[in-house]
């Protein structure tokens, strides 16, 4: 019977066979050949986020505005989707293995292979699941496309679009994955906030396109906006008229979110510098040492990748369940405002009661310290709420994020091939040992036991409480603190893999301790 359970999967490996895929390398891939291909990717990726859908009018809802720096998609354009049905789809298999719903042991190398096929298959499910919706009432079809082939052929070539475009970015991300440097996600992530931040700071457009830059229309910038309201602002206006407050907390790109952000980068490069580093010895080349370092930050940022595309679904559904013509009728769950309420007339997909208002991610100070502080002067951040229940909100918010980024972290490790007895067998194999301690997997993995448990939870702990924090201080940009967090850290490990790849092109015998094929 439990052979069974187990192989349940296994009925679906005919077509995970045959199913597309980037190939492996079969030997060692050089440095440059790495770079080509990340570089390659990247490029492409920011094409296609300028290439918008054929035939989608003007008047459009981003379902996933408040998420969009970690979905790594452009609103309206053929990566709309971004990342979002990859990282969904990793959250399903987690969650079900974790569970024992799919009962698979990922130390084997066998079940390890279906429980990867099976998880791209569920990418594809995923993209189509995430595609109809964002059709059905948010990326309307533009009325001479629906003339021309009627509605419901403009929606399908609409929706084909969207799951041509999520396709491109799945296998852009196993590409670099397999044959560049890094993560595909991760880059894809560091590019769309990267350019957010640098477009927050320091843009010199008014923040109303196609309008005169004037002091109720100043540059969109925080560095430029700051300077053009500080020469412009009259001395009355700076003191009495609210000037302070718009200069340094009144958006999203003012003074305090530029701040933030330094300080979120710098705590980030702390954090990820520190580490517990076990000594290493040679058995064969006398004198030859080393150390295996493991991090604070042991499981990366991938668990807040992993919380942060969990809180994008939830308003995904709670925003149809409330907002769609045949799903807001759906008895007991249509319209329920305790799932999620939205404000249907401004047409925005911020939750403001319910379920998902308590779940939504705060943006900056102004959102919610400054209500709790003064509820009669901004109230209307409330949103008809007590100081209390915002109060739970940003409870609930930090304990989801902390205790979410924790779950995922040892789901993290157990499926790639980050546990105990995985880098036990790893030094094994790359003929290094411990000094003063047997040559044996078993107590190298011992050893290993004592820490990397610990460190996994510790480490998703600091990484959900950074960019639930950072979340709640605000960014430039509105690439949102999580985007902030996890693109400083991306690029820090993205430096730090470029010199591995370095040290392995000069030194090839270091490739079997990393883990890489021979040329």
């Known amino acids: 019977m439990a052979e069974e359970r187990k192989s349940l999967l296994y009925a679906f490996k005919p077509i995970i066979e045959r199913w597309p895929a980037v190939a492996k390398p079969e030997g060692h891939v050089h440095f440059r050949t790495k770079i080509f291909w990340t570089l390659l990717c990247l490029g492409l990726y920011f094409l296609l986020t300028n290439v918008m859908l054929y035939g989608v009018s003007g008047q459009t809802l981003d379902m996933f505005a408040g998420f969009r720096a970690i979905l790594a998609g452009a609103s309206g354009s053929v990566v709309h989707l971004g990342i979002g049905p990859i990282v969904t789809a990793s959250i399903i298999m987690q969650l079900f293995t974790g569970a024992k719903i799919i009962n698979l042991d990922l130390t084997k190398s066998e079940d390890k292979a279906i429980y990867q096929g099976f998880q ?58 397999k044959w560049g440097i890094g993560s595909g996600i991760s880059m894809f992530i560091a590019a769309g906030v990267s350019q957010a931040v640098v477009t927050g700071t320091l843009s010199w457009l008014p923040e109303k396109a196609g309008t005169a830059l004037s002091i109720a229309n100043p540059p969109a910038g ?25 200069i340094f907390i009144g958006s999203q790109n003012a003074i305090l979110p530029l701040l933030g952000t330094i300080a979120i980068f710098m705590f980030v490069v702390y954090f990820e510098s520190a580490r517990i580093e076990l000594p290493l010895a040679h058995t064969k080349a006398r004198g030859a040492r080393g150390r295996y370092p493991i991090r604070l930050i042991y499981a990366s940022n991938i668990p807040v990748i992993l919380v942060a595309t969990l809180l994008a679904n939830v308003n995904m559904f709670a925003l149809l369940l409330y907002t769609n013509p045949a799903l807001s009728k759906i008895p007991g769950i249509g319209k329920a405002w305790w799932i999620g309420a939205y404000d249907t007339a401004a047409g925005s997909t911020t939750p403001i009661a319910g379920g998902a208002w308590y779940l939504s991610t705060p943006s900056g100070v ?4 400054l209500p709790l502080i003064s509820p009669e002067r901004y109230g209307a951040y409330l949103t008809d709420h007590a100081p209390w229940q915002m109060a739970i909100r940003i409870f609930i918010y930090l304990a989801v994020m902390i205790g979410g980024s924790i779950m995922f972290a040892k789901f993290w490790i157990e499926t790639t091939n980050m546990g105990p007895e995985d880098v036990a067998k790893q030094i094994q194999s790359s003929g290094m040992q411990i000094p003063g301690f047997r040559r044996d997997p078993r107590v190298l993995k011992k050893i290993l036991s004592r820490y990397i448990p610990v460190v996994t939870v510790i480490g998703g702990a600091t990484v ?19 985007g902030v967090l996890l693109t400083v850290g991306i690029i820090i490990r993205l430096y730090e893999q470029i010199a591995k790849e370095q040290a392995m092109e000069m030194h090839p015998v270091l490739r079997g301790f990393f883990g890489a094929g021979e040329a």
């Open 120 to 177: 791209k298959i569920l990418v594809l499910v995923m993209i189509v699941v995430e595609a109809v919706p964002q059709v059905y009432g948010y990326l309307r079809p533009d009325a001479a496309f629906v003339a021309a082939v009627g509605d419901g052929g403009a929606k399908t070539l609409i929706i084909l679009q969207l799951i041509i475009g999520a396709l491109i970015v799945f296998l852009m991300d196993e590409t670099i994955s």
């Open 222 to 246: 925080c560095v430029p906006r700051s300077i053009y309201l500080w020469d412009n602002m009259s001395l009355s206006q700076i003191v009495h008229g609210g000037g302070f407050e718009r």
């Open 366 to 369: 102004q959102s919610w310290l």
């Open 464 to 482: 959900g409480a950074l960019a639930a924090l950072a979340d709640l201080i605000g960014t430039v940009g509105n690439a949102s603190g999580t």
